[in-house]
């Protein structure tokens, strides 16, 4: 991990004015230096790149590196990479920790993690279902998501970070295990089975990733940010339940001793794993189930977190006050999805969920969930299940969000906030235009941190456009963002 990012200095602008606003910022600014921390970004796209050739996975990081992403997510899908996935019989003599075995098929993975490492690109890689038939549950028809077995995983978990450790040092334990899409069951006539699932899967495999790479983290939960209530085999859990539930932990946080909770052990979490996908609603809204928990909800999520750790239900091995990690997260398009938002929501949408991860401390990383739109198969409602959450269409074609995703740029008041991303410290001017064709003036400069972020508050702003522009290193220009009252 990286030390906390020293927060940005105001400098002088170039008119007396633009100076004595300056100095004024400086002093209201330094009380927010804390929420300046490792704020990454990150970008998932495992259907744009696992199964491409070399050259196409080289083209897509250098595009990555161009957008400013920090880290590349990518999953090490356990059925594509074991053996024998579809067979109920584990193949004789197969040991899954042993990532020499010639039978384990790396090449896809190896592409991507090689490519990412050779630009720059921190990597982590999320050790995740559906697992091979013969390390299941017995079920009438073979079911990649029923009930894996935990010292399966675990041994997998072995042979994937003794071969990426070198180049790896974020571990994902599986994937949004709330969903049914995921993990099965999510419960039965009894009650919740997931969690304890999940759990058993978190205690068998969170040793052996640390045993073989310590200063790494792996992060727990990966939850998906919405549910259902009821039950039923895929039927998806809210997340703040499954998390109590993982935890053995009533609503009113009292420990469960009983059923699947009997012999219960604290969970070990270096940091929670989270998709707080927001879906049709502005970054800023709560969730309507208080059980849920998007972008808007990071307080609720924290306070749930919080308590399972000083109820000794979690053992944070990073310090008390676990950290968060956003490794998912985007808005679906309409187009090309007629249920998503519109493509210039999308791109003010993605701004604003950058400065509230960045707004609080513990939220360490926000993800861009693909490149480009997934594919358009099938007909009906079915034809949009891929996420259609890309910056680009399918196509390539450009989205608005594509052009702005390097330089975010939210005013939120008196607060001008943005980020020159990938980083580097960067004199930034913030500009300002009547409108109506009028010429765009300076009424600020700043330095941005080590990681590009700039924040100040400039009393008594006008209405107009504004924009930030940047000249040293690579050029660039924000996007407008209009102040009418």
């Not at 070198?166 to 997931?194: K, T, Y």
Request: aromatic share 10%; net charge positive; proline share 7%.
């Amino acid at each position: 991990m990286t030390s906390p990012i020293p927060h940005p200095r105001r400098i002088a602008a170039r008119s007396a004015r633009a100076l004595a606003l300056a100095l004024l910022a400086l002093s209201l600014l330094a009380p927010a230096a804390s929420a300046d921390r490792n704020a990454e970004v990150s970008i998932m796209d495992d259907q744009l790149l696992l199964g491409a050739s070399q050259a196409k996975i080289d083209r897509h990081m250098a595009t990555f590196r161009r957008l400013g992403v920090d880290r590349l997510r990518v999953s090490a899908f356990w059925n594509q990479i074991a053996p024998a996935s579809s067979s109920r019989r584990k193949p004789a003599g197969f040991n899954g920790a042993n990532m020499r075995d010639r039978r384990y098929s790396w090449l896809f993975l190896d592409r991507v993690v090689s490519s990412a490492a050779r630009q720059g690109l921190r990597i982590m890689v999320s050790i995740t279902t559906p697992a091979p038939i013969w390390a299941t549950g017995r079920t009438r028809r073979p079911n990649p998501l029923w009930k894996p077995s935990a010292a399966e995983f675990a041994a997998f978990a072995e042979a994937v970070v003794s071969r990426y450790a070198p180049f790896v040092d974020h571990w994902g334990i599986s994937n949004e295990p709330n969903q049914g899409g995921w993990l099965q069951p999510q419960s039965d006539r009894s009650g919740l089975v997931a969690p304890h699932l999940y759990r058993a899967m978190v205690h068998a495999a969170y040793p052996r990733i640390k045993r073989l790479d310590p200063t790494s983290v792996a992060l727990v939960g990966e939850l998906a940010s919405s549910g259902r209530a009821g039950r039923g085999a895929r039927r998806p859990i809210r997340p703040l339940i499954f998390l109590r539930e993982m935890a053995c932990r009533d609503a009113r946080y009292r420990p469960i001793r009983r059923g699947r909770c009997k012999n219960f052990k604290p969970l070990p979490i270096d940091a929670l794993g989270h998709h707080p996908y927001q879906f049709f609603q502005a970054p800023g809204r709560a969730s309507l189930n208080r059980h849920d928990a998007g972008i808007g909800d990071t307080g609720r999520l924290l306070r749930v977190v919080d308590r399972l750790v000083r109820g000794r239900a979690l053992d944070p091995r990073r310090g008390r006050r676990v950290g968060v990690f956003y490794t998912e997260f985007g808005y679906q398009t309409n187009p090309p999805d007629p249920f998503g938002v519109r493509l210039g929501t999308q791109a003010r949408y993605l701004q604003q969920a950058a400065y509230i991860a960045w707004r609080t401390p513990r939220v360490r990383a926000l993800n861009q969930f693909r490149l480009t739109d997934g594919a358009l198969d099938g007909s009906g409602v079915r034809r949009f299940r891929e996420f259609q959450s890309g910056l680009a269409y399918r196509s390539g074609r450009r989205k608005p969000a594509y052009r702005i995703f390097p330089h975010p740029f939210v005013i939120s008041g008196n607060r001008f906030w943005g980020q020159v991303r990938p980083g580097g410290r960067h004199t930034v001017r913030v500009q300002r235009s009547p409108g109506r064709g009028g010429r765009y003036r300076t009424v600020a400069q700043v330095i941005t941190t080590a990681r590009g972020y700039f924040s100040f508050r400039l009393p008594g702003r006008q209405r107009g456009l504004y924009r930030y522009v940047y000249t040293d290193g690579p050029r660039g220009t924000s996007g407008t963002v209009r102040v009418s009252r």
